[in-house]
């Protein structure tokens, strides 16, 4: 069987999937499903070949789903079987004929997997063109996708390896396919990041891949093609970033070697985007490759991979190398090309690449990228020029910034006399006066400010004038003469003493001005900004006379440049400008600027009399000529010719004649056609629309065409309604929706401005309006099966929505004034939408009412209306035998300008229509939605106060949710239900508020009612703990159950902690985070559970000891050491639960004698924190037994800390207390980490320690150092914290201690610790993990005398090779930690690390004699170093010859 079967040879030969499902007529029962299996595979596995196996897993029957709706239903119920079956059967097979041919199953699923795709990317039935444009084609990519979820049903069993796949299919394609490098990445087969950091010739591949994805033209009706192609250029630009420009820590050498290699891809993207730009003006010569390569620079699309600050760096990287590329172009060059690198005649692919470089960056932060890159760099000017023309075109307040920034370059000119600084500013100044006067200053306006004043920079002093005119002298000959001639009309200030030297300056410019042949009397009055020098098609006058008509048009007066030059130059007015204003011409009827302009000057006495009046006759003769030149006024404008045509839409519509109606609503579609010119052939019902929820993209003309037709609606609606209610009424609304619906370019702005009215204006808009939008959107939700799916930008929904469900995502219910308007707009659409589908169909009247609406005023209207509290909607509400006079009431209350919304939210409450679709699922405001609309409410703008808002939210916990159905949203009358729903809202509450804050970025955190909903908690669970309705001390058991069962369920997460991603690590870290913060609220007795049996009461500290090790252990922050609040109220929690037993000491002792061997996370954090723990515990104690003595163990802990500190204080010395050893080492780690540089105390302490010999002190010896060397990696993750420095000394001192002896190397075997296990119950997983690191990290600084003793302990041998192996593995899997720290003489750099600990581990094995290891140790290491290090494993076996091994070291 294959993919590419036709129907009728499927009918022939069925597949497995086909056989079931034609079988299935009722549900089968497990036992049968069970025999059908087994049946199933026996026969497969008699008949099925491997490779037909592996075409059909996943393979959906062709001919079934051409069926009839009651195959497909068939199809479905035999669905979860069939994908049971296949999986298993594909993997039963592999391994069968694996074992027949003697190969490994992951050998043999990597052939079959590889002979497949090859299979499928190479079908020769693909057609030429779809060879040649590097993606596959739908049918291809069908077939993959099969053959992918195959392959993720192989890994899941184990039997298929990925980094085979990948090296079979790179020997078998020389340039790997993009688009199925992309599926694999994906479905998860393998990471995109796996390929950069194992594939060595990637470079040689990617970017080659990348420039024809790019320039691969797909034609318009592919639109899922397209959208694939800008899916694999997005994901895999996505992890290019993420991987060269995310910095992080504890980067390894591998991890930089693969960033290195990431960003020299991006670079040659780069450059080749910039070569592109240098050969092409516009985008069709540069063809659609680049474009779509500019569009990757796109935060919203990169940053799906890659964190802010990775973006940020990848573009300031860019746009630095986009300034300094091929930097060849001198500042001569600049000078005289300056004209031709303006903004409108540079590449558009340049100015397209430095606005989305510019986008995520404020106006300072590039001016000031952009003044470093200058200062330090070799630019390309061109590139430096056309960006700043491209900063001051798209933003308007770029100008200010400038200036500031070319008054800075200026003054360091001027300070210490430097051309870089001057010529930069020149240039600088230039390029924005060539963007014209609304971008930026003139350049004889900006030469003026800053040189024609006494209070300029040159004006200081002599030498600064002569720098400033030395400068422009040596300009001269590379200066354009437009620039000439501003030096000369408008000179820098001189004092008179000085004068002889500017003439000298100004002689040298007309002389070059004569040799150009240009004449100063022939420049223009306005700066000829176009760049054409003297290329310029018109002459200066006549530039000059639009320059000064559109200046008098904007402000009514005549410039203040026209009147100086009728003075001041007044040869050049005379006989330039006055006759090329004065040209002759049909004057129009109506006066337009021009002719308003000659009457001003003419009133102004500038125009001689007999000049005028020949220009009179002159334009009268030119009338006559052609009587019909008159211009006379068009109605021609669309915008008018639409206006015209609602007005008269709105007469029809009170006519109600439905002929006309539809040919208005003909030409009104037309006539927005027009204005909305789209794609003939394009289907609105399969497009996507995206929503803008922060910056509208409308153009203003758009917005006022939305506008009208928003009005016009309204008003039909306004006007129909008085007369009819919506049941009576025609059906102009709904095709009026129609008309919007069938331009998406239309919808799109109707969407656009629909969404900023809902969410910005509400307040603002009046009764008419609110009835009008609210039918409006109830018919864009009616007609939501024939129009397109909306998807907000940026994505506060996960995916694209119906036209409704969008709209009503606008509608903030945050404060009083969102929720006014919205329950103004609800009840109006729901009204509307009741009377509209009267007398339908349930289904169809259910597509009047939005459920989006509808549950908003489910939520609203008992918030808002207390008196409906008493009134829940009931179950089955009779219809009233007055149906007619109940909706003509409501839609009269909807509509009556005297009616208030209370009364007709009150109304509708009460409607039977109402109250039936509640029961509907879909209707239904399930709880946890309740939550999360209640959680965004800002307390300090809520409709209620806090005593109002505290009895609303008991109300609907006690009195609505809590007996309802859980069917129906609610919680079935269960108590922990209830407190699991409001602790889930409650840590789910950081990640809701980060998805408000993309939708309105007003809501704050802080302001939420997040106390409120905490209070309601901390009052439930205090009912369930003081509650015994079962007459017995169940109700605190049940309750700490409760509470840890459910964290755990929240922080349980698929494999160990070195599998997770960093994503999930840290969302762990923040539900546990969170989680910390709501059990500090929560009294503290609910963390020990109270028991009892045989009538005795006992303390169970089970559940708490099970959460520490498993969860708070993972998250400590420094690893290995709770905080003080958390270690106070776990404490508080035993003490206040131990007055439920009859002998309360004796069961805190007990409960923290269980501790101390099972939870030593709590032991440590105890003691570290004793200092400010005791005095609360032994208040607490006080309190609750007064009189009573302290409980002897935590009186342990007092004892511990004095012994401790006897060292310190070189009193004599304390007795050894009898305590734990781990106990004993804490005591002393904690006074010695607060007795700064004076290590006195330490030394005799050890001191003590060695000379009294016996097992407890070797052990607290090994405890201590365990805990010093967990000091020494937090030191070194986190030097900011700690000296690494410091830590390691102590690691140093204990070595000598203990280095004869074999236990201190038991803390760095992970799995074989004897009675020092307890320390991997301390710090985290992440920190155990790194101890092979800690290992080899503190050895390589000793002297060679302690190494050489460390050599010679027993079982060093093994364990150096094991921690090396270990080593290898963290540098192999990047988890290596990387300081901050200036390394000392003597420490090791993290990247130096696994060479000399491998050069450890040779000499230590030559140095061994064969007794050092026994032969199943040997194997053991053998066996780990044969994969990762074949030289380490050639050594062990070399040296250590097997008839050498001792029999009494194998006994051992």
């Known amino acids: 069987m294959s993919l590419t079967a036709t129907c009728d040879s499927v009918s022939q030969k069925r597949t497995l999937s086909s056989l079931i499902a034609g079988r299935v007529v009722k549900r089968p029962k497990q036992d049968d499903g069970q025999r059908l299996q087994e049946a199933a595979i026996q026969l497969l596995e008699q008949q099925q070949s491997l490779s037909s196996l592996l075409r059909e897993v996943g393979n959906p029957d062709l001919c079934n789903i051409l069926q009839s709706q009651n195959g497909k239903q068939r199809q479905e119920e035999s669905e979860g079987t069939s994908a049971a079956i296949t999986g298993s059967l594909l993997v039963s097979e592999l391994r069968r004929k694996a074992s027949q041919l003697g190969v490994p199953v992951a050998v043999l699923s990597v052939k079959m997997v590889l002979e497949r795709l090859m299979e499928i990317t190479g079908n020769e039935e693909v057609k030429e063109e779809d060879k040649r444009r590097e993606l596959l084609c739908s049918s291809q990519r069908t077939q993959l996708c099969v053959l992918l979820e195959a392959c993720k049903e192989l890994l899941s069993q184990g039997a298929l390896c990925p980094k085979l796949l ?121 063809g659609p490759g680049p474009e779509r390569w500019i569009q990757i620079f796109d935060a919203s699309m990169c940053g799906v991979s890659a964190s802010v600050d990775s973006l940020q760096r990848f573009f300031t990287h ?204 022939e420049m223009g009055l306005y700066e000829d900004v176009s760049g054409a020098g003297e290329a310029s098609v018109q002459c200066p006058a006549a530039q000059d006379v639009e320059k000064a008509v559109s200046l008098f048009e904007s402000t009514g007066k005549i410039s203040a440049t026209v009147m100086e030059a009728s003075i001041f130059r007044r040869p050049y007015f005379l006989t330039r400008f006055l006759p090329a204003l004065l040209t002759p011409r049909v004057l129009p009827v109506k006066a337009d600027a021009r002719m308003s302009f000659i009457e001003a000057l003419k009133k102004a006495d500038k125009i001689p009399a007999p000049q005028y009046a020949s220009y009179v006759e002159a334009c009268q003769k030119q009338r006559q000529q052609d009587n019909s030149a008159v211009c006379l006024d068009s109605h021609d404008d669309p915008l008018e010719v639409l206006k015209i045509q609602l007005q008269e839409f709105t007469q029809l519509v009170v006519k109600g004649d439905d002929g006309e109606i539809s040919a208005q609503l003909s030409r009104i579609s037309h006539t927005l056609s027009v204005i909305f010119p789209g794609r003939p052939d394009e289907s609105i019902e399969q497009t996507v629309i995206d929503l803008h929820i922060n910056t509208p993209l409308s153009p203003e003309l758009h917005v006022k065409v939305v506008n009208k037709l928003l009005r016009n609606f309204c008003q039909c609606m306004l006007n129909t309604s008085r007369a009819k209610p919506p049941n009576k009424q025609s059906l102009w609304a709904s095709r009026f929706v129609s008309v919007l619906l069938s331009n998406s370019q239309l919808l799109s702005s109707l969407l656009h401005r629909l969404w900023d009215l809902f969410h910005n204006q509400g307040s603002s808009l009046s009764a008419a309006h609110l009835l009008g939008l609210a039918a409006l959107v109830v018919h864009l939700h009616a007609s939501m099966s024939h129009s397109p799916l909306v998807q907000l930008v940026p994505p506060i929904l996960p995916k694209p929505v119906p036209v409704g469900e969008a709209l009503s995502s606008a509608l903030v219910c945050s404060t009083h004034a969102n929720m006014l308007f919205c329950v103004r707009l609800c009840v109006a659409a729901v009204c509307y939408g009741i009377c509209r589908g009267d007398a339908l169909p349930q289904q169809e009247q259910q597509e009047y009412i939005p459920n989006s609406l509808y549950k908003k005023l489910l939520y609203l209207i008992p918030r808002l209306l207390p008196e409906v509290r008493g009134t829940p909607i009931t179950a089955g509400a009779p219809v009233s035998e007055h149906r007619e006079e109940d909706l003509l009431g409501l839609w009269s209350s909807a509509t009556t300008t005297n009616s208030t919304w209370r009364k007709t939210a009150w109304q509708l409450w009460r409607h039977p229509a109402f109250c039936q679709l509640e029961h509907i699922p879909k209707y239904q405001l399930l709880f946890s939605e309740w939550l999360a609309n209640e959680l965004q409410v800002q307390r300090s703008e809520d409709a209620l106060s806090d005593p109002e808002r505290q009895e609303y939210q008991q109300w609907v916990c006690l009195e609505h949710y809590l007996p309802r159905p859980e069917e129906q949203g609610g919680c079935g009358g269960d108590m922990k239900n209830l407190c699991s729903h409001l602790l889930n809202a409650i840590m789910d509450q950081q990640h809701c508020n980060q998805s408000q804050e993309k939708l309105d970025h007003r809501v704050s955190e802080t302001g939420t009612c997040l106390p409120d909903i905490l209070s309601r908690l901390q009052e439930l669970v205090y009912e369930m703990e003081v509650t015994d309705l079962s007459g017995s001390r169940r109700g605190r058991a049940d309750v700490c159950d409760f509470l840890f069962e459910l964290v755990g369920q929240r922080c349980s997460s698929p494999g160990t902690s070195a599998s997770l991603s960093v994503s999930t690590k840290l969302g762990l870290q923040q539900t546990l985070n969170t989680w910390n913060r709501v059990l500090l609220a929560l009294p503290a007795v609910l963390v020990v559970q109270v028991k009892t049996e045989g009538g005795r009461t006992t303390l169970d500290c089970n559940k708490l000891i099970e959460h520490v090790n498993q969860h708070q252990r993972q998250v400590c922050s420094p690893a290995g050491l709770l905080s003080f609040h958390l270690t106070s109220h776990l404490l508080r929690g035993v003490l206040c639960a131990s007055v439920r037993c009859e002998h309360s000491r004796e069961e805190v002792n007990k409960v923290w004698s269980r501790i101390s061997l099972h939870c030593p996370l709590l032991l440590v954090s105890a003691v570290h924190w004793w200092d400010r723990l005791s005095p609360v515990l032994l208040s607490s104690w006080r309190r609750l037994y007064d009189g009573e003595p302290f409980p002897e163990q935590l009186q342990l802990l007092t004892h511990c800390h004095k012994w401790a500190s006897s060292f310190e204080t070189g009193l004599s010395l304390s007795p050894v207390p009898q305590a734990a050893a781990l106990l004993l080492a804490a005591s002393l780690r904690c006074v010695w980490r607060g007795c700064g540089s004076d290590m006195q105390g330490f030394s005799a302490a050890l001191n003590t320690l060695r000379s009294q010999r016996g097992t407890q002190n070797q052990q607290v010896l090994v405890f201590l150092f365990f805990l010093c060397v967990n000091d020494y990696l937090s030191a070194l993750l986190y030097p900011q914290e700690k000296s690494p420095q410091r830590a390691r000394t102590l690691c140093t001192d204990l070595l000598r201690v203990l280095v004869d002896s074999a236990d201190w190397l038991l803390i760095f075997k992970l799995n074989n610790q004897g009675v020092y296990q307890l320390v991997t119950m301390v710090t985290s997983d992440e920190f155990s993990r790194l101890m092979p690191w800690a290992f080899y990290s503190l050895l390589l600084q000793q002297s060679a005398e302690l190494q050489q003793r460390a050599v010679c302990c027993p079982g060093f041998l093994h364990t150096a090779v094991l921690c090396y192996i270990s080593l290898l593995q963290l540098f192999l899997e990047g988890n290596t930690l990387t300081t901050n720290t200036e390394p000392s003489d003597h420490q090791v750099e993290p990247s130096q690390i696994l060479r000399q600990a491998k050069q450890f581990v040779l000499r230590v094995i030559s140095q061994t004699s064969g007794t050092g290891l026994s032969s199943s140790q040997l194997r053991q290491l053998e066996s780990l170093c044969a994969d990762l290090d074949p030289e380490v494993a050639a050594a062990l076996s070399v040296q250590l010859e097997p008839h050498s091994h001792s029999p009494e070291m194998d006994f051992l």
């Open 318 to 521: 860019s746009l630095t190398h986009t300034l300094t590329y091929k930097p060849r172009l001198t500042v001569s060059d600049a000078i005289t090309q300056q004209n031709e690198w303006t903004f409108a005649k540079v590449s558009r692919l340049l100015t397209s690449l430095f606005r989305k470089l510019a986008v995520i960056f404020s106006v300072e932060q590039l001016l000031s990228r952009l003044q470093q890159v200058l200062e330090t760099h070799e630019v390309n000017w061109k590139h430096v020029l056309c960006f700043l023309s491209t900063l001051l075109v798209y933003n308007p307040c770029a100008q200010s910034s400038l200036r500031e920034l070319l008054s800075r370059l200026l003054t360091a000119a001027f300070e210490g006399y430097d051309l870089e600084n001057m010529i930069t500013a020149f240039l600088l100044a230039r390029q924005g006066a060539l963007e014209g006067p609304g971008i930026f200053s003139s350049y004889s306006d900006w030469f003026k400010m800053s040189f024609g004043g006494g209070s300029g920079h040159h004006a200081v002093s002599k030498k600064s004038l002569v720098f400033l005119l030395k400068f422009l002298s040596d300009l001269v000959p590379f200066e354009p003469p437009q620039y000439l001639k501003i030096h000369i009309l408008h000179p820098p200030y001189v004092p008179v003493k000085h004068r002889s030297l500017l003439m000298e300056y100004v002689s040298l410019a007309k002389t070059r001005l004569a040799d150009l042949k240009e004449s100063v009397e």
């Open 166 to 286: 990948w090296q079979e299919y790179r020997r078998a394609q020389r340039l790997p396919n993009l688009e199925v490098v992309y599926q694999l990445h994906v479905y998860n087969v393998f990471t995109l990041k796996f390929i950069l950091e194992s594939d060595e010739g990637v470079r040689l591949w990617l970017g080659s891949q990348l420039k024809s994805l790019c320039s691969c033209t797909l034609p318009q009706e592919e639109e899922e093609t397209r959208q694939v192609q800008q899916k694999v250029l997005s994901t895999v630009v996505g992890v290019l970033v993420g991987t060269a420009f995310e910095q992080t820590n504890d980067a390894a050498a591998a991890d930089r070697r693969t960033s290195l290699l990431c960003c020299s891809v991006l670079d040659d993207m780069l450059f080749w985007l910039l070569d592109t730009a240098g050969e092409s003006l516009n985008l069709q010569s540069a």
